[in-house]
């Protein structure tokens, strides 16, 4: 039982560039969060999934695209990085959205040069 | 400013000391969820509080939820160097439509030392 895991854990872009980070979770979770953590702001909501085949926005959405086309995974792209994007970004999973826990990935640390 | 307070900013203990973590809100408190992170992780869900002087405890960590002061405590006793971490609090907000979304204190960074 992996719980959630993300893809890649580190990476470099150029400003510009296009990337795509991967979710997964294998506790059939509907509920599925990407966030952003940067120091002083916590932690931000970008998007959300409330069951496969949906996606709605979160606090800080712009710059980035979601996509969940199978339940256990929950993808967020960058079309086109900018240094703001610069920031550690978790996923999490959740049973429901109400009085549930969510259940975090370690995190993948971005850097846009 | 922040809905979700969250006090101390950081921590210095001596091993074996108590220490006590508030999260204070603006609002009504309805979920009020702790997490911990470890430097450079990701979150570690620890404890959930749904009502008013509920209290709950995992192993030397014991919280509390005052719905009154729309505050909830978290106290470690006995520090260890494995409770040093960022100890973050989040809560539920419910907004028009029945739209809900769980929002975040900035966190207290806690360090132990042996």
């Known amino acids: 039982n992996a719980g959630v895991t993300q893809t890649p854990k580190f990476r470099v872009l150029k400003t510009g560039q296009s990337m795509t980070l991967l979710c997964a979770q294998d506790?059939?979770?509907?509920?599925m969060y990407w966030y952003r953590q940067d120091p002083g702001m916590g932690l931000r909501l970008i998007h959300y999934s409330v069951g496969e085949g949906t996606t709605a926005k979160g606090e800080v959405p712009d710059g980035y695209n979601v996509s969940r086309l199978k339940k256990q995974n929950f993808l967020l792209g960058l079309e086109s990085a900018a240094p703001s994007q610069t920031s550690v970004y978790f996923c999490?999973?959740?049973?429901?959205?109400?009085?549930?826990?969510?259940?975090f990935g370690p995190g993948t640390r971005l850097t846009v040069t | 400013s922040q809905e979700l307070e969250q006090s101390p900013q950081s921590l210095i203990v001596q091993e074996g000391k108590n220490l006590t973590i508030n999260c204070t809100s603006s609002k009504t408190l309805y979920g009020l969820y702790w997490y911990k992170q470890k430097y450079g992780e990701g979150l570690i869900f620890l404890m959930m509080?749904?009502?008013g002087g509920e209290e709950k405890s995992h192993e030397k960590i014991t919280a509390k939820l005052d719905e009154k002061k729309q505050q909830s405590s978290l106290h470690i006793t006995a520090s260890q160097p494995s409770h040093a971490g960022i100890y973050l609090c989040g809560a539920d907000r419910y907004y028009a439509g029945n739209n809900r979304k769980l929002i975040w204190g900035l966190g207290t960074s806690l360090a132990v030392n042996p």
């Open positions: 999490a999973s959740s049973y429901s959205m109400v009085k549930y826990e969510q259940y």
């Open positions: 506790m059939n979770h509907e509920y």
């Open positions: 509080l749904q009502k």
